[in-house]
Structures are given as C-alpha cells and as structure tokens.
C-alpha cells in the first residue's frame, strides 16, 4: 500500500517561507511524479506543478513560478515543496500526490495534507 | 490555460437515485480527464481516470464517459457514503486545472 505522509501544520508571517515535505513508503518513488496541489479554505483545488524524482524534471503553474521550488530526495524516498514570500491568500491546506503516466496522467494516491497559515 | 467548467456547482439526491455531474473543457483534450472525490475533511481520491477507466477498488456504480471537450460522471443507485464533492481535472496540458467541484448531499 503506497503512502505519502506529509509534514504537520505551519504558521507563519507574511513574508517568511514554509517548506512542506512528503515522503513515500516503498521503493517505487522514482518511478512516479509527483505533483503539489493546494486547497484554500472552502474552496476548490489548485494544481501548483509536478516534479519527476527520476531525472528532476518541473512543470510549475505560471502562477507560482519564482515563488515555488519543487526538490527530491531520492535517498529518503521525500518530495519538497517551498513556498516563499507568503501572503494572507497562501493560506491553504496543501497536498502531495503521486502522479501516474500512462496513456494519459493522473493522480492515484495523495498525501494527507498540510495545512499552512499565513497571519500576522 | 484550458478553462474547465463543472456543473452543477451543488446538487441534493436521494438514496438510490441516479446521479449526473458535467464537467466541460474550454478545448478538447481527448480522453485526458479525471475524477475524483473528496470527503469532507480528507485528501481527494481517484474515481474515474481516462475519462471511463475506473479506479481499482471503486464500487461499479461510478462510471465516467465523454471524449474531447464535454465529459460525464454517473452515480448510479446513489449510497450515504457518496456525500462528498466531486471534482474534475484535466491533464491534457499544463497547467492541470481542476473543476470547481460539486458538492453532493443526501436528501
């Protein structure tokens, strides 16, 4: 059974950054993407981007590009998210999720979440 | 970026009815569409990927279908434990956009 366990919840000021980590059981984490999506608040979800652990590929949504960066460690079998400069509206509960290639892309298992507050 | 809009944005239904949700794409984007669900308070979960191929370990009453730009989740015989909201996602081209879901209650 493949599970992706996510950092705890962070508070933070606006401003600072916040580095969310998900690591995979198993031993298939490169063989997969893995994309962060996020969900604010009563609302729906965002897909931020996707990252190959197998050759550091990233496709970011235009919208966090400069302010994400996505990483891998492939040693410990974890996935990075860093979000900096955070403002109010960053405040969201974000996942991780392993992406499958086939005929076409989709996600099958996700992480539990991390719920990130951003206030002053 | 490919615009998706899911109808409907909410939807109330009785145990053992036939449920429909629409999700359709700004372009066409061949069978790369996806569903999920979503519990409250818990991570999203694969239903439908492909447009019709379900997930392993989902009950048969799920099925999904459409190609190109309109696409359909059906829920037959609808449960108690389908309350959930639903969201579509396309993984046609980046960025992978998501519907804006629909929340589906129990009469």
């Known amino acids: 059974q493949v599970q992706l366990v996510q950092s705890g919840a962070e508070v933070k000021k606006p401003g600072a950054s916040v580095k969310v980590s998900c690591k995979a059981s198993g031993n298939t984490f490169s063989s997969y993407g893995i994309s962060w999506v996020r969900q604010a608040p009563g609302q729906g979800l965002e897909w931020m981007g996707w990252i190959s652990p197998h050759n550091d590929h990233r496709n970011l949504a235009q919208k966090f590009q400069g302010r994400v960066t996505l990483t891998t460690d492939t040693s410990t079998s974890t996935a990075y998210m860093e979000l900096r400069s955070l403002r109010s509206d960053d405040t969201a509960i974000y996942y991780c999720a392993r992406d499958v290639v086939g005929e076409t892309i989709w996600i099958d298992y996700w992480g539990q979440g991390t719920l990130v507050t951003v206030s002053s | 970026d490919i615009q998706m809009t899911q109808s409907p944005s909410s939807l109330s239904a009785s145990v053992g009815d036939r449920v429909t949700i629409t999700c359709r794409t700004s372009?066409?984007?061949?069978?790369?569409l996806n569903w999920y669900q979503q519990n409250p308070g818990k991570a999203p979960k694969l239903l439908v990927y492909?447009?019709?191929t379900l997930q392993k370990g989902v009950p048969s009453r799920f099925s999904g279908s459409g190609s190109g730009t309109d696409f359909t989740l059906t829920i037959t015989s609808l449960q108690p434990e389908d309350l959930a909201t639903y969201f579509c996602?396309?993984?046609?081209?980046?960025?992978?956009?998501f519907g804006q879901g629909t929340k589906l209650e129990i009469k």
């Open positions: 492909g447009a019709s």
């Open positions: 996602q396309q993984t046609y081209n980046s960025p992978y956009t």
């Open positions: 372009q066409s984007i061949s069978t790369s």
